[in-house]
């Protein structure tokens, strides 16, 4: 099955910095690479997302890039502010079907 | 936003008996929808893919009979725990699955249900 390595597991960035989350994948037939971001006591939310058949996107703040050939993505946040504190995680599936998520990262921004 | 309802969010129990998870889809219809458990500080293991109109499809060292689902509308998936014990206590999580054509299904979560058996 897909094994989805996530690191690092936590990351304490400065207000304004930027923060990277990179995260590999096992299974080459994996297509659909969604991050969700999730805050304490909730259910994980979609950030954005990525399919295999393009190797970068953008949403304001948030980029996500995909290396199929490496099989890792990573995530991208800059600007970071407080709000952005909270567990992420990526995950991999094959046809948007069946996600394997990644072990999580922890981020704290620093005021 | 596509919206995904869970209830309840927190239910504390009696060892022994059973408590059901409700999980809809608010603004669009899900054939499937999965069920995730979280231990603290860990992330999401896939218990089961609920189909609707059919059986329940159970991830490797899931007990079928301990966690039962029923997806009987394209809106609504249920989870029991069954004679629930105290090493069932986790954060349960839906998500639904809205397919939108090609490539834009996504899956959207529910905000979880906390289950503490005492």
């Known amino acids: 099955g897909e094994n989805v390595e996530q690191h690092p597991s936590t990351l304490s960035v400065q207000e304004g910095d930027s923060a990277v989350i990179k995260c590999t994948y096992s299974?080459?037939?994996?297509?659909?690479f969604p991050w969700y971001k999730q805050e304490l006591g909730k259910g994980p939310q979609l950030i954005i997302d990525?399919?295999?058949?393009?190797g970068e996107k953008k949403d304001q703040r948030i980029a996500v890039t995909l290396n199929k050939t490496a099989k890792h993505f990573s995530l991208h946040i800059t600007e970071t502010q407080p709000e952005d504190s909270a567990v992420y995680f990526c995950a991999a599936s094959i046809n948007d079907y069946k996600l394997s998520f990644g072990a999580g990262t922890t981020v704290t921004v620093r005021a | 936003g596509a919206v995904v309802s869970q209830h309840p969010s927190r239910v504390i129990c009696k060892s022994g008996t059973s408590v059901k998870i409700e999980c809809r889809s608010l603004d669009f219809q899900a054939t499937t929808m999965f069920w995730y458990r979280q231990f603290p500080k860990k992330s999401l293991m896939l218990m089961a893919t609920?189909?609707?109109?059919?059986?329940?499809?159970?991830e490797q060292g899931v007990e079928k009979d301990k966690f039962l689902i029923n997806h009987a509308s394209l809106t609504l998936s249920t989870l029991t725990v069954t004679s629930a014990h105290p090493e069932d206590s986790s954060f349960y999580i839906c998500?639904?699955?809205?397919?939108?054509?090609?490539?834009?299904?996504?899956?959207?979560f529910g905000a979880g249900t906390r289950l503490s058996v005492l």
């Open positions: 299974d080459s037939a994996s297509n659909y």
């Open positions: 990525i399919r295999s058949n393009v």
């Open positions: 998500s639904a699955r809205r397919e939108a054509g090609g490539a834009k299904n996504i899956q959207y």
């Open positions: 609920s189909n609707e109109g059919s059986k329940a499809t159970y």
